[in-house]
């Protein structure tokens, strides 16, 4: 994630407390949020993909792949 995303971000939430935005800052806000949340989002499926599940007949399954079987059940 781009540190400067993070600072405009910060800048933009600071102004928004202290004297409001402009309908054009108040745009941009809400493109860099969604940019933000993607990449979180992002980061967080990647560390599901690391992320194994001991069954109870002992074998180990990807957590994707577990989560899906309880999903069908």
Do not use: C, W
Request: aromatic share 6%; charged share 40%.
């Amino acid at each position: 994630m781009a540190e400067n995303l993070l600072t405009r971000i910060n800048e933009l939430a600071k102004k928004k407390r202290e004297q409001g935005l402009t309908p054009e800052e108040q745009a941009e806000q809400k493109e860099l949020y969604k940019i933000y949340l993607g990449d979180i989002r992002a980061q967080f499926d990647q560390t599901l993909d690391g992320v194994s599940v001991k069954e109870k007949d002992g074998s180990v399954v990807p957590f994707k792949e577990a989560y899906k079987k309880k999903e069908n059940k």
